[in-house]
């Protein structure tokens, strides 16, 4: 009789949560459907206790564009979804995306620096790990996901 190794217990993390649904959200998304990835978005809520504002960093330029604007719409979608959810408090929220075109010199640093001015309380991004780890010391101690 074969034996069969028992499964192994994935970690659990709200990060790791939220990154697994905008990776899908993002899957599904179409690029040519959202707002432009340099406005705001904004999803207000009637009789909201505060507003939680995000920020993201992503490459909407050179050649992860595509990749940067589907992220960008998948996030959007998941903002929407956890807004929908009707067992929350209501809150509004703000999402603030700057573009890094995955240039890990002074662009991630910047658009980091930028989003951390703006009161941002965590900040999704980079595609490209050479950003995301120019943009780490930048925010601290924001949660960079």
């Given at each position: ?11 659990r ?20 459907a959202?707002?432009p990835?340099?406005a705001?978005?904004?999803l ?19 050649d992860?564009?595509?990749?940067g604007?589907?992220a ?18 209501p ?13 890990a ?5 910047a ?15 980079d ?15 924001i949660?960079?996901?």
């Amino acid at each position: 009789m074969p034996r069969y190794a028992k499964p192994r217990e994935l970690p659990r993390s709200p990060a790791l949560v939220c990154c697994l649904l905008a990776a899908l959200a993002a899957s599904q998304a179409d690029p040519e459907a959202v707002i432009p990835p340099w406005a705001e978005f904004k999803l207000p809520k009637a009789g909201a206790l505060a507003a939680i504002k995000i920020g993201c960093i992503l490459p909407f330029s050179g050649d992860n564009g595509a990749k940067g604007i589907a992220a960008r719409n998948g996030i959007i979608m998941a903002i929407t979804a956890i807004a929908a959810n009707t067992s929350l408090p209501p809150v509004s929220f703000e999402l603030s995306c700057k573009d890094t075109a995955c240039n890990a010199n002074n662009s991630a640093a910047a658009a980091a620096a930028e989003l951390k001015t703006a009161g941002v309380v965590a900040v999704i991004g980079d595609v490209c790990s050479s950003a995301s780890l120019a943009a780490k010391d930048a925010l601290a101690p924001i949660l960079l996901m």
